[in-house]
């Protein structure tokens, strides 16, 4: 076929020779028609592959890549990972979750792993575990991954401080361990005068070990509002390796040295144990004759509580999961939160008599169904998400409150 033809042939409808017949000028015409249709589809097609392909090279303001290390899967580890994987579902966050079956060399073998493929992953979030914080951060550093340390922190001469010198530090996540333990203290002291406002307040403390950073805080926090109240009195502090075992034979022996000591401040819930099976022993009744604290949020705790053994307990830090994915979804979509601070402390609950059986209620739904948790939105917490959200509420109190509104359950106590 000649030039001219085949040009003549590729023309869409308008032209042909008259004296043609009717019968070729009508499948010419069909001919033509079907090859616009052609051209019109591998255009759409182009158009479509430019589209998808700008899109891909768009930076990941959802569907980023996180990867959560946790030490362990015990009670609170998991917990942990349920609160930071119902973030994620809201966020769009993909979330990958490294367990370490509590050995701290696997913990670093699954960070080789992760350091060899830097494209994996957006983001890091881990703990202290063992004192492995400092390799990640190294490695952070050296792949430029942004990385948030939560549930523990670092010395301050140890590597610094988020954002100093490391920029891709971003952040610390820890629980306020020095404003729990006043509220406590508070709470132990108000109850001790309803119970004999007569009676002076003599107060023993079983802490953890003296040079630990939860133990220093939580002890700052005993002493701010112990020597400052009128008419209480810190009589000493004892410390453990805070163990059951040691917090039972320091209890032993605090109530033959002081036995008007009528409030015993406990550093975490495995002294709080012991604690009260040396009043047991001693024939002292908890609750009557000594008022003891917890420090976590766990069925026996609230159990605890409930039963009147135990006067107040504050806990629920395995938020911190969704806070952490939180921060990290935020800086990723641009919203960085210098404004807010870089180290946040999260605020525990505190639980008494009065909304021990709202916190059962709530918390043991959830420990029955966990997927109930994905009913509350996450992304209401999200800066990037909502604009006009000025300050972050990282509180349990909160998440607690939203979960009873979408369950229909009557609301808790403060």
Known sequence: MGVNNHRKMIQCVGRHNPAAGRDTLERRMLWHAQICRQKSMAVSRIVSFVILLWLGMMP?????????????????????????????????????VFDADADRLKLLRQLKQVSSTPDRFDAWLFPNFLRTAGH????????????????????????????????????QLIPDDTGSSMEITRELIQQARQNNSDRPIAIAAVNGYQADAPAIKREEGL????????????????????????????????????????????????????????????????????????????????SQVAGGRVAVTAGGHYVEGAWAVILAHDYLA????????????????????????????????????????????????????????????????????????????????D
């Open 223 to 302: 002493r701010q509002v112990a020597e400052t109240t009128e008419g209480a009195r810190l009589k000493q502090v004892f410390y453990t390796d805070w163990g059951a075992q040691q917090a039972y034979v320091r209890t032993a022996g605090l109530l033959r040295r002081y036995p008007a000591v009528n409030v015993i401040w406990s550093a975490n819930y495995r002294t709080t144990n012991g604690i009260l099976e040396a009043l047991d022993d001693a024939g002292r009744t908890p609750g009557r004759d000594v008022l003891v604290n917890g420090y976590d949020i766990n069925p026996q705790a609230l």
């Open 60 to 96: 990941a303001w959802g569907g980023s890549r996180v990867a959560l290390f946790l030490p362990d899967d015990t009670p609170f580890w998991n917990r942990v990972a349920l609160f930071a994987r119902a973030a994620a579902g809201d966020l769009n966050v993909q979330l990958t």
């Open 334 to 413: 641009g919203k960085d939160f210098q404004d807010q601070g870089l180290v946040f402390h999260t605020p525990l609950l505190i639980v008494t008599r009065d909304n021990v059986e709202n916190v059962q209620t709530v918390l043991g739904r959830i420990e029955k169904e966990p997927d109930s948790l994905y009913r509350v939105d996450f992304s209401q917490y999200s800066r990037a998400e909502n604009p006009n959200l000025k300050d972050y509420d990282f509180s349990l109190r909160e998440v607690l409150k939203d979960y009873q509104a979408v369950w229909g359950l009557e609301p808790g106590g």
């Open 136 to 171: 990640f951060l190294v490695q952070c550093q050296r792949l430029g991954t942004p990385c948030i340390l939560f549930n523990s922190g670092l010395a301050e001469d140890q590597l610094g401080a988020p954002r100093r010198p490391n920029p891709q530090w971003i952040a």
